[in-house]
């Protein structure tokens, strides 16, 4: 089992940038899938980005393509969400999921959820 801690989360004004981090604890990162979901308010969770064991293949949910880039250092255990051009839309709380593949990830298959980390994006 994966343990996945999200760090980075914040208040931001629209058009600047974040940094999520997940750290992860378990000898089965370097093997899975990560990725990151997120939860408006009064919306269901949906995905935002995944990559798979080797960073070599990344997502993307159209509404961040281009903005967001999702990255991995098996060495150091830890999985990267840079965004950028931040909208009040990406306002959310972000969760770090890990998966046995990103096929899985991407349907919401998961084998392990962080607790989340607030993202607040004023206009």
């Known amino acids: 089992q994966v343990q996945l801690v999200e760090s980075g989360g914040g208040l931001v004004q629209a058009g600047g940038s974040l940094r999520l981090s997940c750290a992860a604890s378990g000898r089965t990162f370097s093997s899975w899938a990560m990725g990151w979901f997120r939860r408006a308010p009064g919306k269901e969770r949906e995905f935002v980005a995944a990559?798979?064991?080797?960073?070599?293949?990344?997502y993307y949910a159209e509404s961040v393509k281009v903005r967001f880039t999702i990255s991995r250092d098996n060495a150091k255990n830890t999985v990267y969400l840079q965004m950028d051009s931040l909208e009040p839309e990406d306002t959310a709380v972000y969760f770090c999921?890990?998966?046995?593949?990103?096929?899985?990830?991407?349907?919401?298959?998961?084998?392990?959820w962080g607790q989340g980390t607030q993202v607040t994006v004023s206009s």
């Open positions: 990559i798979n064991w080797s960073g070599g293949s990344t």
């Open positions: 999921a890990g998966a046995i593949s990103t096929a899985k990830l991407r349907a919401g298959e998961v084998g392990s």
